[in-house]
Structures are given as structure tokens and as C-alpha cells.
């Protein structure tokens, strides 16, 4: 049984990238196989873990039908963590499929192939409420957002989950909200510990692990590692560890 | 004579918006008119000076033609800084726009009727290469590149740059890139100083002002003040002064 879970939020820069390399870094150092599929133009994903695809071998190939899943799939240098890593030929996709039919679910056809050999699916998405997004959302099973820790993440958290219920009434009616995740918190601040408190509020299902704002989480990407690789010590390692085991815990409640 | 200026980055979360405020905001203070166009669905600049368009007044509404530019133009609260703000239907526009004529023209044709009262024109872009962020190159004199110092910036500049000489070729020529602006530096991190130094190596146009990391300049968008207002002696209100003045200077020199 695979979960396929996007981890998207329109805002930018709040870490989709970073939760989408370490979370999936944490579940696979608990046993569990993990595939990261990079959906974001700007290839984040791949270049954190030092990924670039062979020509013709990358998520737009997929999603266009050009490349089988076996072809594009490919190591991350961690054990039992693989990626589809991206090109920025992916902004193309966009309006490649715009006239195609069935164009918001070319991406959930492609990974049908991938259930027996993975637990965990992550999709790194852009930030935008796009085609690939949509894609996205429509391939997955959850959802987790990334909200940073801050007054404007906060702002455009109701309009993203419009969203959501959007793509969950017209495209997939099983997509849950696996739970928001505080990101970057920095207890020295108060406008953390407000923004938290406001997200808490209005969404029961936040996670309980809050990852802290930490210079090595920022680090890690230029080494091509995740943060557990670079310096397991660090409390956003310890934090990424955290939320995968209470992924987990509920995974079992489910 | 006007200046419009696209403050425009693919990456998400580098400060767009917090420049284009504070950026404005230092500009109005040195006696210059500026006028601030919202032009992200997730229309952040709005909130950040805390201003919500009427129905049928935004800049969604001005390039469909539902709008005429005395229409969507209101105060922001401070002096000599005007403000045509967002809502989220500018993500439709992204799809209404897609089959239509002159699609790449429509922001550079509704501002045409501002040329006689405003110095500067500052222009907020989502985090993508889309329509709108097209729109905004298009109907720009120029463009200023936020850039985070962290390592994930930095990737992503070189694809973003090939977008920018991509407009110029085929639509608008006389597009100049004015500068890369240095955000949020941290000068207790190498990671900050090894990213500047490698911004400046390969772009020589960044600014000589950087903006450094300040919770006050996170906290002001909350009050819906630009950082001037909000806290006039934080560090970030002083760079975003000094980055208004460099930039007339070469103005001046131009
Ligand atoms: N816990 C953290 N502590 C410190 N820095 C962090 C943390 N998480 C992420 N970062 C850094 O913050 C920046 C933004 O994070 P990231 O790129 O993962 O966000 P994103 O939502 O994927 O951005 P985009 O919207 O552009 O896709 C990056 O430079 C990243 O290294
Ligand atoms: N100099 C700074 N010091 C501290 N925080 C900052 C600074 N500049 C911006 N921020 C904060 O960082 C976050 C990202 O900034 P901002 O929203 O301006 O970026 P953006 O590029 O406009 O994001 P998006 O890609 O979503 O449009 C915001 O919470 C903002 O308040
Ligand atoms: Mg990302
Ligand atoms: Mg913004």
C-alpha cells in the first residue's frame, strides 16, 4: 500500500522543498521506501540531493509520455530514497497540457506503475495554484502544507485551502489534509509563537513536531544531503524525525 | 517621465513583496510619487499595507477591462504612495487571458494613462514565469531581482535570467535588468557571505545595499505599515533608505 502525498502551499519559499528531501530522508531511514517526485520548474528538490536527470529522463518527460517510470526514476545517494528529479522544461508542461485531455491527471496516471515498490510517494510542488500543482493534488492521496512562521504565510493559508476543496470536489474526492506543518518557528521571536498560535486555532490538524528555523537546514541543500546526512544533530533533523514518527503513529490510527 | 520597475523572482519567498513595500514606501519619503500594482493572487502587497480593493477594483479588474485605472488606484496610508491592489481572482487571469490577443500587453496598456502622475511605478510578481509575471516584465522599464542569501537562490537565478532576456527578444526590448537586491543576509552565517560573494562574482549590477535579516521588517506587514512607519531605526528601514538613494544616484547618472 502506497500514500502519495503532496506537499504543496502556494505561498513561496515557507519549505515545501526542504520537508519534501528531509521528511522523506526521516521515513526512509525508519525502514520505509520512499519515492520523491520533483514537480517544481525550478528543480529544488533534485539539486538538494545533487540530482540532475539524463536528457530526456525527467518529471516532464514523464508526464508528457515521453519516458516510462522506470526510465525516470533514479537514486538520491540514501538508502530506500529514489526521485524523479525535474528540468525547468517543466514550466512548459503548463501550457503543453493546457488543451490536452484529462490534462490534471496525467501525473496521478504515470505513478500508477509505482504502488508496489514504495510506501511513501512526496511531490515537491511549485508555489502557485497551477497545472502542476493540480496535478499534483490530483495524484495524491494527502496533502501536507508548510506554513512558515510568519504574519504573510498566514495571510494565504484560507485561499490555498479553497483550493484544495476546489481540486477535492471536481478532481479527487479522497484527497485528505494530512496536516499543516509550522515551519522556520524561531522562539526568540513573539511573531512566531503568534503565528503558531493563529494556525493552531483555526487548523485542528496541525502537526504537533514544528520545525525550528536553523542555518543547517539551509545548509544542508548546498552539500546535496539531507539535513539527517549533513548534521543529524541539528534540531531540524531531530524535528524532521519527529514528524515522520507522528506520521506514522497516525498512520497506524488510520 | 516614469519609471516602472518589475520586482520579479521566480523563487519563492525572497522578499518581492517586502521590497516593493519598502522600496515604495523609501521612495515617497524622498519626495517621489509611487504607485505600488499588486499583481499576485495571493495578493500580499495589499495586505501588507492593509488595503482591500473594492468589488470590481482590482488589478484583476483593470486588465479584463471591467476597471478604468482612476477606478482601482487608492491610498495606502502613506504619503505619496498610491496602490492598485489584488484579490485572488488575478489566478483566473492567468487561463482568461491565455487565448486572448495581446495577452503578454494588457498590464503595459491599462498603466499607459499613468505615465503623468507617478515618478516610480513598483510592480509585485507571484513566484513563477507565468502570464502575469510576463505581463508585469512587459509593461516594465526594468527589474529588480530579489535574491535570498541562501543556497537555494542562487539556483534558481540563471533559469530566471533566461526568462528575462526571453521577454526582452520578443517583447519588450528595451527591458533593463536594474539590479539584484541582497536579501535577508545574516551576517552570523558563512551561508550569507559565501551567496553574496557568489551573486556579486556573477552578477555585476547588485546593489551595493543589502537588506539584512530583521524580524521588525517580518512584523510590519502585520500592522499594515512599510517598515519606515512600522520601525523607522531597525536596520532593515535603514537599507531599504539606502537602496531608494542608490538607486538615485544612478538615475541621476543614467
Ligand atoms: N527550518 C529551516 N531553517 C532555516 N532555513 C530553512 C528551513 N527550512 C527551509 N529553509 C530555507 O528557507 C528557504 C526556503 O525554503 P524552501 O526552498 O524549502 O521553500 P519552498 O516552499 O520550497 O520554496 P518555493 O516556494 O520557492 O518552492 C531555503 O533557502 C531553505 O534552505
Ligand atoms: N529583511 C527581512 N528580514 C526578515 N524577514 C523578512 C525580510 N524580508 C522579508 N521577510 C519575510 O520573509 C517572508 C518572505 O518575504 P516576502 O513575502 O516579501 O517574499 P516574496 O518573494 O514576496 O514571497 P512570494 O514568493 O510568496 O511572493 C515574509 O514573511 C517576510 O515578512
Ligand atoms: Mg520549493
Ligand atoms: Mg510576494
Given at each position: 500500500m502506497t500514500?502519495?502525498?503532496?506537499?504543496?502551499?502556494?505561498?513561496?519559499?515557507?519549505?515545501?522543498t526542504t520537508t519534501t528531501i528531509n521528511l522523506g530522508a526521516a521515513l526512509a531511514r525508519l525502514g520505509h521506501g520512499v519515492l520523491?517526485?520533483?514537480?517544481?520548474?525550478?528543480?529544488?528538490?533534485?539539486?538538494?540531493?545533487?540530482?540532475?536527470?539524463?536528457p530526456g529522463r525527467s518529471s516532464y518527460d514523464l508526464v508528457l509520455g515521453h519516458a516510462t517510470l522506470l526510465e525516470v526514476v533514479v537514486p538520491s545517494g540514501q538508502e530506500m530514497l529514489s526521485i524523479i528529479p525535474a528540468t525547468s522544461d517543466l514550466a512548459g508542461a503548463e501550457i503543453e497540457l493546457a488543451a490536452a485531455l484529462g490534462r490534471e491527471f496525467r501525473l496521478k496516471t504515470a505513478l500508477e506503475g509505482v504502488a508496489m515498490s514504495y510506501n511513501f510517494v512526496l511531490i515537491d510542488c511549485p508555489p502557485s495554484v497551477g497545472l502542476l500543482t493540480v496535478n499534483a493534488l490530483t495524484a495524491a492521496h494527502e496533502v501536507i502544507i508548510p506554513v512558515q512562521c510568519e504574519y504573510l504565510a498566514l495571510e494565504g493559508l484560507g485561499q490555498f485551502t479553497n483550493t484544495l476543496e476546489l481540486v477535492r470536489r471536481n478532481l479527487n474526492r479522497g484527497l485528505r489534509l494530512r496536516g499543516l506543518l509550522l515551519t522556520m518557528y524561531d522562539r526568540r521571536t513573539t511573531l512566531s509563537q503568534q503565528v503558531a498560535d493563529e494556525v493552531r486555532r483555526h487548523f485542528p490538524n496541525t502537526f504537533r513536531a514544528v520545525i525550528p528555523r536553523s542555518v543547517r537546514a539551509a545548509e544542508a541543500p548546498s552539500h546535496g544531503l539531507p539535513i539527517q546526512a549533513y548534521d543529524p544533530s541539528?534540531?531540524?533533523?531531530?524535528?524532521?524525525?519527529?514528524?515522520?514518527e507522528e506520521m506514522l503513529r497516525k498512520e497506524g490510527e488510520a
Open positions: 500514500t502519495a502525498i503532496a506537499v504543496a502551499n502556494q505561498k513561496g519559499g515557507v519549505g515545501k520523491i517526485v520533483d514537480f517544481d520548474p525550478q528543480a529544488n528538490a533534485s539539486a538538494s540531493l545533487n540530482v540532475r536527470p539524463e541539528s534540531p531540524a533533523a531531530i524535528a524532521y524525525g519527529e514528524l515522520a
